[in-house]
C-alpha cells in the first residue's frame, strides 16, 4: 500500500501493543471469565502511554473527548462512565455515522453493555455473544435474585436472537445485489459497508446511540439491468424488506 513513513511508523508501534482479546466482544461489566472492560482499556493505555500514564493523564483523555465531542464536562468522569454513556456516540461522530464498534445494551444504566468488533462480527460471533456471554450474565442475575436484571438481559437476548434469523424487517437488505444474494440471516458482507449492515440492530434497538443514517432513497437512476429496478421504478430505495421464505426461494431457482 501507499503509505506515508508516519503511517508505516505507526501501524509498526499499534503491532506491537498488547492484545487481550480475538473475539470482537468487549463487555463492560466483568462477564464469562473476562475482565470489565474498564480493567483492560486501562491496560492497554498503559502499554501506550508507558511512563507518561497516570491517573491525571486518565482524567485529562475523559476530559478531552468531552470537550471536543459534547462541548461540556460531564457529570461522570470516570472512565468506566465514559465507557457506558458517551464513548459510543462520540465514536459515531468522530467516524462520521459510520461506526465500527457498535455498542449494545440493555437499557440499564449499570446492566449489560457490550462494544463490538463490526469487522469481526460474522455470525458465530453474534451467537457466542447471544447465548453464551449473555447466558452467562442471566444466570448470574437470577442466582443473585435481580429480576430487572434478567428481564432487561433477557429483552435484549430475545432482540439479538431475531437479528440472528434475519426475517423482515430484522433483514439486511443490499439494493444492488439480487434476492438470491441476499443475506439469510446474519451473515454480513463487510464490503457492502455499515449503512446497509447496522440495521438490523437499529431496528431492534439494541444499540447503546443511534447512528445519523438513513436508508430512504440514494440519488441518481438506476440502470434496467439493476435487480430492483423493476420493484421501485429505477430509484434507488434501500429501505425495502425481503422475507427469509423468499430468499430461499430464489436461492432454490437459482440452483
Not at 201 to 210: E, P, Q, Y
Request: hydrophobic share 40%; proline share 4%; with cysteine.
Amino acid at each position: 500500500m501507499r503509505l506515508s513513513a508516519e503511517a508505516r511508523l505507526l501501524v509498526s508501534k499499534v503491532a506491537c501493543l498488547p492484545s487481550d482479546n480475538d473475539s470482537g466482544i468487549l463487555c463492560i461489566p466483568a462477564v464469562a471469565g473476562e475482565r470489565a472492560l474498564v480493567e483492560r482499556l486501562r491496560a492497554f493505555l498503559a502499554a501506550v502511554f508507558g511512563d507518561e500514564w497516570s491517573e491525571v493523564k486518565e482524567r485529562q483523555l475523559i476530559a478531552e473527548a468531552d470537550e471536543r465531542f459534547e462541548k461540556k464536562a460531564a457529570k461522570d468522569q470516570s472512565l468506566e462512565g465514559w465507557l457506558r454513556e458517551r464513548a459510543f456516540r462520540q465514536h459515531c461522530t468522530l467516524f462520521h455515522d459510520r461506526p465500527f464498534l457498535w455498542q449494545v445494551w440493555d437499557g440499564m444504566k449499570d446492566g449489560f453493555s457490550a462494544f463490538l468488533h463490526y469487522h469481526r462480527l460474522d455470525q458465530a460471533t453474534l451467537s457466542k455473544l447471544t447465548y453464551t456471554t449473555l447466558g452467562d450474565w442471566l444466570a448470574r442475575a437470577k442466582a443473585e435474585g435481580s429480576l430487572p436484571r434478567q428481564e432487561k438481559g433477557r429483552e435484549l437476548q430475545q432482540a439479538l436472537e431475531k437479528i440472528l434469523e434475519g426475517e423482515a424487517p430484522y433483514d439486511i437488505f443490499v439494493r444492488w445485489k439480487p434476492l438470491a444474494q441476499q443475506p439469510l440471516g446474519w451473515d454480513p458482507d463487510l464490503d457492502d459497508g455499515v449503512r446497509m449492515n447496522i440495521r438490523p440492530f437499529m431496528k431492534a434497538g439494541v444499540l447503546r446511540d443511534t447512528p445519523n443514517i438513513k436508508w430512504g432513497k440514494d440519488r441518481g437512476t438506476d440502470v434496467a439491468s439493476a435487480p430492483w429496478y423493476s420493484v421501485h421504478n429505477g430509484e434507488r430505495i434501500n429501505d425495502h424488506h425481503t422475507t427469509l421464505v423468499e430468499k430461499r426461494a430464489a436461492r432454490g431457482e437459482r440452483g
